[in-house]
């Protein structure tokens, strides 16, 4: 069976409805109705064979689940210049931002080193999930051990008025918030993002268990009106 066979067969009419309704800037005929469970096992079952190779290649793809099972297979590949290069190949094909959202390749956390230049590069891209990836694998890789201080203005100079875009601004600083307040915070403080990211990103740290009360009572008093 081919992977869009195995898709079919795995389909929900119902399934289908309710996840038309979080996607609705892609045509509901293009979504299948399959839980990201049976996507994974799809994945995970023809990984480094012939036919995921070839799956691979073929783009772009019709289906919803299918770009969701073409990321998957990416982030599963070990060797970083392939990985890179099959994402870089998928890219411009993303559509929505579950599909931005949902693949983390493993092989990235193992070179940092490399990371930055392609994440800078993907974060200035034109793409909005292009760069909505880009800031999530920042958000993802770099708010640890291996943060620096220029990742933060990379995030905050980027400009754009799409929604996914914006929001994805806002859940990077809500994470920064959370993981790096006092390098963060300054951005809040200088009014660097539009009033309705930094109300966004200023809303999401407060709902985090991860940013202290003291933390929140700040920000609290940085809201825009």
């Keep these: 069976m081919t992977v869009l066979e195995k898709l079919k067969e795995c389909g929900s009419e119902k399934y289908k409805d309710f996840q038309s309704k979080l996607v609705p800037n892609?045509?509901?005929d293009t979504i299948i109705g399959v839980k990201t469970p049976d996507m994974r096992r799809i994945a995970k079952e023809i990984k480094g064979s012939a036919e995921a190779k070839q799956f691979l290649s073929e783009l772009p793809h019709r289906y919803y689940e299918e770009n969701l099972v073409h990321f998957?297979?990416?982030a599963m590949i070990k060797d970083f210049d392939e990985c890179v290069f099959e994402v870089e190949?998928?890219?411009p094909y993303v559509d929505c931002w579950p599909v931005s959202d949902q693949s983390s390749p493993k092989v990235f956390a193992k070179n940092h080193d490399r990371l930055p230049e392609l994440i800078k590069k993907w974060i200035d891209s034109d793409h909005v999930y292009t760069a909505r990836f880009g800031i999530r694998?920042?958000?993802?890789e770099f708010l640890g051990k291996d943060f620096k201080e220029e990742y933060i203005d990379w995030v905050a100079n980027k400009r754009g008025e799409d929604y996914y875009i914006?929001?994805?601004i806002a859940w990077y600083f809500a994470t920064a918030l959370a993981k790096r307040f006092d390098e963060s915070v300054v951005v809040l403080e200088e009014n660097r993002l539009d009033p309705w990211t930094h109300n966004k990103a200023i809303q999401k740290?407060?709902?985090s268990f991860r940013?202290?009360?003291e933390h929140k009572d700040y920000l609290r008093s940085l809201k825009r009106h």
């Design 211 to 213: 940013v202290t009360d």
């Design 137 to 140: 694998i920042l958000m993802n």
């Design 26 to 28: 892609i045509e509901k």
């Design 89 to 91: 190949r998928f890219l």
């Design 72 to 74: 998957f297979l990416i």
């Design 166 to 168: 914006k929001m994805m």
């Design 205 to 207: 740290a407060i709902e």
